[in-house]
């Protein structure tokens, strides 16, 4: 079969039949086409097929043949320019993985419909992910780009850098046209592809490894095993404790173990290879939680035990404190795995250098983190070891380790020949380390007018298979349970446990999402305790400038907490079921350790380039620097060049974690910037100070972790927040998240909305659904199956910007890449809440409109609404205008009852005979989904016909098929949906017609937290 295809106007006979994404990118070159998920479920490798957007992960040419395909390459140099400018206005792009299929999705609406609303963009682009923006300024970008395109509309660019200006970032051109190299965007003649073979079982021995089929496979270079690492077998971020390779005798430790390297001269011939690989294993019992790995007979993970570490936090005498309060409450919380579902899978491309160093070109949150990993496996001096970031995809947290950039550098050093590895979504999610579950037991006390008197407690973390970052996330998690509140009765024990699990380590938020979810819902109790309202509590116990938090540091002039309350009061008190919640994060690495801020900027060509050292996610760290240096110098943008962070000329500046850059790395650029002030101002010229560097570096100098001292310095600055969440009164969902953020000084406000809008979609997700199960340690395989928010599903957000003076460090400016996305689930439960009384402990809550379709069957299952048979229904139509699940529609009030012959005495005890009118509940009789025409009605694996939201195209024919109406239109989500027994129209029915039915159900059994000695090791 011969396949024609016209690819930007360019006809093109392909050689085979292939997927169109690597169609485009391998054979074409076409980059802008991301493979983020190889699955059809993010998006990013949308291009337009004919003129409408399709998956190109998710075809082959032969389905496509004869038809135009057009990529972000394609658009005319004036579209191009107008996306530019409309992305960049709005502050719609951050790490620009998902930027050109977010275009290509606009282009294909905005040339059928020029005038699009906001719902019709978010219809349009609900199949593209994006982890970074929150889709908010997003939709106001092809809002803006659309007005440009229809009435010729231009956008002035904001030529002055000055801080507090919203300037657009400074990789926007290259991201919004395609022009941002990422590591898998790198090509190179003779460069081999990398696959391991990973361990198929948590914990296993490795007995033998049989490589002899493998190296059959046309194309393969080498088979690696430990045996062949130069230097020190194993890595680690902070404890070198996690195996580069598990050598035959060894024991692996979870699924993500690498058992060898395949190199090859094509991705598919390594990965046929790796298929070829036989290997022996014996299995081991493996540990599947904490609570296993406590256990005296329980196997040993590490040599050094099972746990990896105890925190203990005391101030004051928190138990004196409980015992004298006039209100205490015990809660246990729990909260679960998370995957940080970054859109660019993990990738490193590896070159020899001919001084027998490498270079490796990664994507990752530290380049010096990766040196200082990768140069003694290598068995390298570390300055033989240069390490390049490409633009990074998102991060979160979870490229604080290394996955695939010491492995490519291995082959690389082997084979003498350039080297690319990329992770498969699958090795992705089961590879990288997650978010830690925690088990948590707190009691709260408080005076008879809701002031905090103490807080004891108790945290259970499963750090999973390495230690990672395991300890410091620990120690945030109990540091920061206590709250912005001023208190000084505290007491709180850590502990952090390994198991075969996959490992877990950074994460936006860093152990206090967890923790605060907790106390902030704790606290909404007691409100409730003491007769006080949700916001009132906090607002009476709030920290305030010069007091003491209960980690006994004094906080300075720029603390906020109280005017973030202040922002949002308003709204709180004008609606019914609002939740709230408060956070505070400290910015940079704190507890005593040394927290380095480096910039050097370099004169060069009658231009200013800053080097600095710090990885830029997405979060605009290049972008906050420039605008400091033109601030401080007085010079205009187009002199100031910002450089991408490398370990060859940049100083270490420290990993992008912790929130630290704007504040620390931010100082640094400031003292520099001050240093070349001076030297212009002594009437030198850029021209005559050529060549000339200027250096700064900036020590966030704090006391150590249990610090004796009386009020030590934990954190150089901590931000501060209040969110609330408020729910629409006739659908149950989120109607508005309203965000206040002390930030200091904003540096660029848009670029502020932007990181505080993302944050809180990505806390929505940790709140209501995401999911990473696991199952006997093993973790899910498709992206899809974390059920990530998407543009037509997120709530309105209202980022509110709270500025206050009194940090005397990185220009004002505190950072907050983390605190935005901590406050937002205990806001969330503390809505429903409100809604229901019901108390939600656990994460993801239960019982909300945003169940996924296996837990709301499973909930259909437990509790059912049913008709009390000696009971009368009189049609006095209460519960539709009770209903707040669109399940009767007043305008559909003749379909939501039955008539029902009755004779006397029968089913009916008031002794009615004749027609009586009875509501109508879905008797599960099919005939909706052999109507379907997508087949988005389907049963499920308990009999069950449901309706998948995601598929349903609202085309009507099933309410048109339903004998009884039960099928009507949800209008704010354009779906279909089926009663979801909330119960509503039970609590309106006054004659005792209706009623839910609940299962008995088997009682679980309560594990109650150990009280665990610490490991003297």
Request: aromatic share 6%; proline share 5%; net charge neutral.
């Given at each position: 079969?011969?396949?024609?295809?016209?690819?930007?106007?360019?006809?093109?006979?392909?050689?085979?039949?292939?997927?169109?994404?690597?169609?485009?990118?391998?054979?074409?070159?076409?980059?802008?086409?991301?493979?983020?998920?190889?699955?059809?479920?993010?998006?990013?490798?949308?291009?337009?097929?004919?003129?409408?957007?399709?998956?190109?992960?998710?075809?082959?040419?032969?389905?496509?043949?004869?038809?135009?395909?057009?990529?972000?390459?394609?658009?005319?140099?004036?579209?191009?320019?107008?996306?530019?400018?409309?992305?960049?206005?709005?502050?719609?792009?951050?790490?620009?993985?998902?930027?050109?299929?977010?275009?290509?999705?606009?282009?294909?609406?905005?040339?059928?419909?020029?005038?699009?609303?906001?719902?019709?963009?978010?219809?349009?682009?609900?199949?593209?992910?994006?982890?970074?923006?929150?889709?908010?300024?997003?939709?106001?970008?092809?809002?803006?780009?659309a007005d440009m395109l229809r009435d010729g509309k231009s956008i002035t660019d904001d030529k002055n850098w000055k801080i507090g200006m919203r300037v657009p970032r400074v990789d926007v051109l290259d991201k919004t046209t395609g022009k941002a190299i990422y590591p898998d965007d790198i090509y190179i003649d003779g460069m081999l592809y990398a696959v391991a073979v990973r361990s198929k079982y948590p914990r296993a021995r490795v007995l033998s490894i049989d490589k002899q089929a493998a190296s059959e496979v046309s194309g393969v270079v080498g088979i690696f095993t430990a045996e062949d690492i130069p230097g020190e077998i194993k890595v680690g971020h902070l404890k070198r404790d996690w195996d580069t390779m598990i050598a035959v005798g060894g024991i692996t430790r979870y699924v993500g173990?690498?058992?060898?390297?395949?190199?090859?001269?094509?991705?598919?011939?390594?990965?046929?290879?790796?298929?070829?690989?036989?290997?022996?294993?014996?299995?081991?019992?493996?540990?599947?939680?904490?609570?296993?790995?406590?256990?005296?007979?329980?196997?040993?993970?590490?040599?050094?035990?099972?746990?990896?570490?105890?925190?203990?936090?005391?101030?004051?005498?928190?138990?004196?404190?409980?015992?004298?309060?006039?209100?205490?409450?015990?809660?246990?919380?729990?909260?679960?795995?998370?995957?940080?579902?970054?859109?660019?899978?993990?990738?490193?491309?590896?070159?020899?250098?001919?001084?027998?160093?490498?270079r490796i070109y990664s994507t990752d949150q530290g380049v010096y983190d990766t040196r200082r990993e990768t140069a003694p496996m290598l068995g390298l001096p570390e300055e033989m070891v240069r390490v390049e970031n490409c633009y990074v995809g998102g991060g979160f947290g979870g490229k604080e380790d290394v996955t695939v950039q010491h492995l490519s550098a291995l082959v690389a050093y082997l084979t003498k020949r350039p080297c690319k590895m990329k992770l498969t979504r699958e090795e992705s999610l089961a590879v990288h380390p997650k978010r830690h579950p925690m088990d948590m037991e707190f009691t709260l006390g408080c005076d008879e007018n809701?002031?905090?008197?103490?807080?004891?407690?108790?945290?259970?973390?499963?750090?999973?298979?390495?230690?990672?970052?395991?300890?410091?996330?620990?120690?945030?998690?109990?540091?920061?349970?206590?709250?912005?509140?001023?208190?000084?009765?505290?007491?709180?024990?850590?502990?952090?446990?390994?198991?075969?699990?996959?490992?877990?380590?950074?994460?936006?938020?860093?152990?206090?999402?967890?923790?605060?979810?907790?106390?902030?819902?704790?606290?909404?109790?007691?409100?409730?305790?003491?007769?006080?309202?949700?916001?009132?509590?906090?607002?009476?116990?709030?920290?305030?400038?010069?007091?003491?938090?209960?980690?006994?540091?004094?906080?300075?002039?720029?603390?906020?907490?109280?005017?973030?309350?202040?922002?949002?009061?308003?709204?709180?008190?004008?609606?019914?079921?609002?939740?709230?919640?408060?956070?505070?994060?400290?910015?940079?690495?704190?507890?005593?350790?040394?927290?380095?801020?480096?910039?050097?900027?370099?004169?060069?060509?009658?231009?200013?380039?800053?080097?600095?050292?710090?990885?830029?996610?997405?979060?605009?760290?290049?972008?906050?620097?420039?605008?400091?240096?033109?601030?401080?110098?007085?010079?205009?943008?187009?002199?100031?060049?910002?450089?991408?962070?490398?370990?060859?000329?940049?100083?270490?500046?420290?990993?992008?974690?912790?929130?630290?850059?704007?504040?620390?790395?931010?100082?640094?650029?400031?003292?520099?910037?001050?240093?070349?002030?001076?030297?212009?101002?002594?009437?030198?010229?850029?021209?005559?100070?050529?060549?000339?560097?200027?250096?700064?570096?900036?020590?966030?100098?704090?006391?150590?972790?249990?610090?004796?001292?009386?009020?030590?310095?934990?954190?150089?600055?901590?931000?501060?927040?209040?969110?609330?969440?408020?729910?629409?009164?006739?659908?149950?969902?989120?109607?508005?998240?309203?965000?206040?953020?002390?930030?200091?000084?904003?540096?660029?406000?848009?670029?502020?909305?932007?990181?505080?809008?993302?944050?809180?979609?990505?806390?929505?997700?940790?709140?209501?659904?995401?999911?990473?199960?696991?199952?006997?340690?093993?973790?899910?395989?498709?992206?899809?199956?974390?059920?990530?928010?998407?543009?037509?599903?997120?709530?309105?957000?209202?980022?509110?910007?709270?500025?206050?003076?009194?940090?005397?460090?990185?220009?004002?400016?505190?950072?907050?890449?983390?605190?935005?996305?901590?406050?937002?689930?205990?806001?969330?439960?503390?809505?429903?809440?409100?809604?229901?009384?019901?108390?939600?402990?656990?994460?993801?809550?239960?019982?909300?409109?945003?169940?996924?379709?296996?837990?709301?069957?499973?909930?259909?299952?437990?509790?059912?609404?049913?008709?009390?048979?000696?009971?009368?229904?009189?049609?006095?139509?209460?519960?539709?205008?009770?209903?707040?699940?669109?399940?009767?529609?007043?305008?559909?009030?003749?379909?939501?009852?039955?008539?029902?012959?009755?004779?006397?005495?029968?089913?009916?005890?008031?002794?009615?005979?004749?027609?009586?009118?009875?509501?109508?509940?879905?008797?599960?009789?099919?005939?909706?989904?052999?109507?379907?025409?997508?087949?988005?009605?389907?049963?499920?694996?308990?009999?069950?016909?449901?309706?998948?939201?995601?598929?349903?195209?609202?085309?009507?024919?099933?309410?048109?098929?339903?004998?009884?109406?039960?099928?009507?239109?949800?209008?704010?989500?354009?779906?279909?949906?089926?009663?979801?027994?909330?119960?509503?129209?039970?609590?309106?029915?006054?004659?005792?017609?209706?009623?839910?039915?609940?299962?008995?159900?088997?009682?679980?059994?309560?594990?109650?937290?150990?009280?665990?000695?610490?490991?003297?090791?």
């Amino acid at each position: 079969m011969t396949i024609t295809l016209t690819v930007n106007g360019r006809t093109v006979s392909p050689e085979r039949d292939k997927k169109l994404l690597r169609f485009l990118r391998d054979d074409l070159r076409l980059t802008s086409v991301k493979d983020g998920c190889s699955e059809g479920a993010c998006g990013v490798c949308t291009v337009l097929v004919d003129g409408k957007p399709l998956r190109s992960c998710s075809v082959l040419l032969s389905e496509i043949n004869g038809s135009s395909v057009t990529t972000l390459e394609g658009l005319s140099e004036k579209e191009k320019s107008i996306f530019t400018s409309a992305f960049g206005q709005a502050g719609a792009v951050q790490c620009g993985f998902c930027t050109p299929g977010m275009i290509m999705c606009a282009k294909g609406l905005l040339d059928e419909n020029p005038q699009p609303t906001e719902n019709e963009i978010r219809h349009a682009i609900r199949n593209n992910i994006c982890r970074c923006t929150g889709y908010v300024k997003i939709v106001q970008a092809i809002m803006l780009a659309a007005d440009m395109l229809r009435d010729g509309k231009s956008i002035t660019d904001d030529k002055n850098w000055k801080i507090g200006m919203r300037v657009p970032r400074v990789d926007v051109l290259d991201k919004t046209t395609g022009k941002a190299i990422y590591p898998d965007d790198i090509y190179i003649d003779g460069m081999l592809y990398a696959v391991a073979v990973r361990s198929k079982y948590p914990r296993a021995r490795v007995l033998s490894i049989d490589k002899q089929a493998a190296s059959e496979v046309s194309g393969v270079v080498g088979i690696f095993t430990a045996e062949d690492i130069p230097g020190e077998i194993k890595v680690g971020h902070l404890k070198r404790d996690w195996d580069t390779m598990i050598a035959v005798g060894g024991i692996t430790r979870y699924v993500g173990d690498v058992i060898c390297l395949i190199a090859a001269e094509s991705y598919k011939a390594a990965r046929k290879a790796a298929k070829r690989v036989k290997v022996v294993y014996e299995v081991l019992p493996h540990v599947g939680n904490p609570y296993e790995a406590m256990r005296a007979d329980a196997p040993k993970i590490h040599e050094d035990g099972n746990l990896l570490g105890h925190t203990h936090i005391s101030r004051g005498d928190a138990e004196k404190a409980l015992q004298e309060s006039h209100h205490v409450i015990t809660e246990r919380f729990s909260t679960p795995w998370t995957e940080h579902a970054f859109l660019e899978p993990e990738c490193a491309v590896s070159v020899p250098e001919a001084d027998g160093g490498v270079r490796i070109y990664s994507t990752d949150q530290g380049v010096y983190d990766t040196r200082r990993e990768t140069a003694p496996m290598l068995g390298l001096p570390e300055e033989m070891v240069r390490v390049e970031n490409c633009y990074v995809g998102g991060g979160f947290g979870g490229k604080e380790d290394v996955t695939v950039q010491h492995l490519s550098a291995l082959v690389a050093y082997l084979t003498k020949r350039p080297c690319k590895m990329k992770l498969t979504r699958e090795e992705s999610l089961a590879v990288h380390p997650k978010r830690h579950p925690m088990d948590m037991e707190f009691t709260l006390g408080c005076d008879e007018n809701g002031i905090i008197k103490g807080l004891k407690g108790k945290v259970i973390s499963d750090t999973g298979a390495y230690a990672s970052l395991g300890i410091p996330v620990l120690q945030r998690a109990c540091t920061h349970a206590s709250g912005p509140y001023n208190y000084q009765n505290l007491e709180i024990d850590g502990y952090a446990y390994y198991t075969n699990n996959p490992p877990a380590g950074a994460f936006r938020g860093f152990g206090v999402t967890q923790t605060c979810f907790a106390i902030e819902s704790l606290l909404n109790y007691m409100a409730d305790e003491v007769g006080i309202s949700h916001w009132e509590i906090r607002y009476r116990n709030a920290i305030r400038p010069g007091q003491c938090l209960p980690n006994g540091q004094i906080v300075d002039d720029s603390t906020g907490l109280v005017e973030t309350l202040l922002a949002v009061k308003d709204e709180f008190e004008s609606n019914e079921n609002v939740g709230i919640a408060c956070a505070m994060k400290n910015a940079g690495v704190g507890v005593g350790i040394p927290d380095y801020g480096r910039v050097r900027l370099e004169v060069k060509k009658g231009k200013v380039l800053i080097h600095c050292g710090g990885s830029c996610l997405g979060q605009g760290l290049c972008t906050v620097l420039k605008q400091i240096v033109c601030d401080v110098t007085g010079l205009p943008e187009n002199m100031v060049v910002e450089e991408r962070s490398n370990t060859a000329n940049a100083p270490d500046s420290g990993t992008s974690s912790g929130s630290r850059h704007t504040t620390i790395s931010g100082e640094a650029a400031r003292r520099a910037a001050v240093k070349l002030r001076e030297a212009l101002n002594e009437n030198n010229s850029l021209e005559q100070l050529e060549g000339r560097d200027f250096y700064a570096e900036y020590l966030a100098k704090t006391d150590p972790f249990g610090s004796d001292l009386p009020n030590p310095k934990s954190h150089v600055a901590y931000g501060y927040a209040t969110q609330i969440c408020i729910l629409d009164e006739k659908t149950d969902k989120i109607k508005r998240i309203v965000a206040a953020h002390d930030v200091g000084r904003a540096i660029n406000p848009t670029n502020v909305e932007g990181q505080i809008e993302g944050g809180v979609v990505m806390g929505l997700g940790y709140a209501l659904r995401e999911r990473y199960q696991l199952e006997d340690c093993i973790p899910p395989t498709k992206y899809a199956s974390l059920q990530i928010f998407r543009a037509d599903e997120v709530p309105q957000i209202k980022a509110v910007i709270v500025e206050r003076a009194g940090l005397d460090v990185g220009s004002g400016a505190i950072g907050l890449g983390e605190i935005v996305s901590i406050p937002t689930a205990p806001a969330v439960a503390d809505a429903y809440y409100k809604l229901d009384g019901i108390r939600r402990r656990n994460l993801p809550v239960i019982d909300t409109p945003y169940e996924d379709i296996e837990q709301r069957l499973a909930a259909r299952k437990a509790r059912m609404l049913v008709i009390n048979k000696d009971a009368r229904c009189i049609g006095c139509y209460e519960c539709v205008h009770a209903c707040s699940k669109s399940y009767f529609r007043t305008n559909k009030a003749s379909m939501a009852f039955i008539r029902v012959q009755e004779r006397k005495g029968v089913g009916n005890k008031s002794s009615i005979q004749g027609t009586i009118a009875r509501p109508v509940v879905c008797i599960q009789c099919g005939k909706c989904a052999k109507v379907c025409p997508i087949g988005a009605i389907r049963q499920n694996r308990y009999g069950a016909y449901v309706v998948d939201i995601q598929m349903c195209i609202n085309c009507g024919k099933c309410r048109e098929a339903c004998p009884f109406g039960v099928m009507v239109e949800d209008t704010d989500n354009n779906v279909t949906k089926k009663c979801l027994a909330c119960g509503a129209c039970v609590k309106a029915c006054s004659m005792g017609v209706l009623s839910l039915y609940s299962p008995p159900q088997p009682i679980l059994e309560q594990v109650k937290l150990p009280l665990v000695t610490e490991d003297k090791r």
